[in-house]
């Protein structure tokens, strides 16, 4: 969290400082999308394939900064997660990361898909 200003599934268009006057919300930020949550079943177990997107923005110059976020994230992702509930994750797939340059030129788009199999 040291290295982003914030992660959000709405990014707020302005934020409040301390002192009441309004800025901009700063960059770089991670926004988290859910593209598909489907179900699947075997012989032994039932379950759900959920893909998130995470999408990392960065107004510096070159790509450099949005790959370090999206490495950051995938190191921060390898130590296994635990949901509880009866439930539990079978199989954690990240795809590749990408960096693009969005259409104003300018904005860094770093996009990172994750799939996770959770068991039922």
């Given amino acids: 969290m040291n290295k982003i200003t914030g992660v959000y599934d709405d990014v707020p268009q302005t934020l ?3 002192d009441g006057s309004i800025k901009p919300t700063a960059f770089p ?15 032994s177990s039932i379950g759900e394939n959920i893909i998130f997107v995470l999408h ?11 790959y370090d976020m999206l490495n950051l994230i995938l190191a921060a992702l390898h130590t296994p997660l ?17 960096v693009i340059t969005d259409i104003d030129g300018k904005t860094k788009h770093g996009i990172l898909e994750l799939r996770y199999y959770i068991n039922n």
Avoid at 32 to 42: C, G, H, K, L, Q
Avoid at 56 to 66: D, H, V
Avoid at 90 to 97: I, L
Wanted: glycine fraction near 8%; charged fraction near 20%.
């Fill in 16 to 18: 409040i400082n301390a």
């Fill in 29 to 43: 930020y991670v926004t988290i999308t859910v593209s598909s949550n489907e179900d699947f079943d075997t012989k």
């Fill in 56 to 66: 990392m923005w960065s107004k510096t110059m070159g790509k450099k900064e949005s």
């Fill in 82 to 98: 635990s949901i509880g509930g009866g439930f539990s994750i079978a199989r954690y797939v990240p795809n590749r990361p990408t």
